[in-house]
């Protein structure tokens, strides 16, 4: 079965940090940006983060404009796409706004999934299953698995909007399709704070680049769209 299409979606500054080391979040973006993503959220449909992002950020990960909502609905979608995410360990709290959080309409949205770790599955389907569908992926979680499983829940296309480790396994797997780098300007400079990638080996190296398919400025940031796949549309 032919995987969803995968895109990354990261917003940084210049120097590649996805935060700084305060407990307060750094916005990296503006209201341009932020309108932009949550129409590629209404083309999607699944959103994953990582564990260690609902914990940090605690999103909502729904999609902000009634009309796009309204125009997803119109086509037979939910009004929100599936949110999903993984977790090693099982511990997140069932009441966190990725579980808790729906349409101010009162529209349902598509649901929650959770991939976990084969050893702390059990633990999970107790602490989540009331709130999410908890699917067993392996130990580690493989991620072929999880967009194998993804893709018989009908997710053709998948947003990935992080964390760090989330974005790194995708691009050194070599399973991502599209990379959106959302670039601010200023520096964060503090090696305590989180990066946009960890260590590791990537298929995009100084030998076989990535395919820069757009820059657009938005205000004060840029945003460089990044063809990984020949799955890229005109790839």
């Known amino acids: 079965m032919t995987r969803p299409y995968v895109v990354l979606s990261c917003a940084t500054s210049i120097d590649g940090y996805i935060d700084d080391a305060s407990e307060t979040r750094l916005r990296l973006s503006n209201e341009a940006d932020f309108d932009r993503v949550d129409e590629v959220r209404a083309g999607c449909d699944a959103i994953l983060v990582g564990a260690g992002t609902i914990r940090a950020d605690d999103p ?28 090693a360990t099982g511990d997140l709290d069932p009441s ?19 991939y976990t770790a084969t050893d702390a599955a059990a633990r999970a389907r107790a602490r989540l299953g009331a709130v999410a569908t908890v699917v067993e992926a392996g130990d580690p979680i493989d991620l072929p698995t999880v ?31 599209e990379l959106h780098l959302v670039v601010a300007p200023f520096f964060v400079g503090d090696p305590r704070a989180p990066r946009f990638v960890g260590p ?19 205000g004060d940031v840029v945003l460089l769209r990044y ?6 549309p005109g790839a």
Do not use: N, W
Request: glycine share 10%; proline share 8%.
């Open 96 to 114: 966190a706004r990725f579980f808790t959080a729906g349409d101010p309409d009162g529209t349902d949205g598509a649901g929650q999934v959770v």
């Open 147 to 177: 967009l194998a499983d993804l893709a018989t829940r009908g997710v053709a296309r998948l947003l990935v909007e992080g964390g760090g480790a989330v974005h790194t396994q995708f691009l050194t797997e070599d399973l991502a399709d």
């Open 200 to 218: 590791g080996t990537f298929p995009h190296d100084p030998t076989h680049p990535a395919r820069l398919a757009e820059t657009t400025q938005l």
């Open 60 to 87: 909502k990960l729904l999609i902000r404009s009634p009309a796009r909502r309204r125009a997803r609905m119109s086509r037979g979608l939910p009004s929100h796409p599936l949110k999903v995410t993984l977790t």
């Open 227 to 232: 063809a990984l796949s020949p799955r890229y």
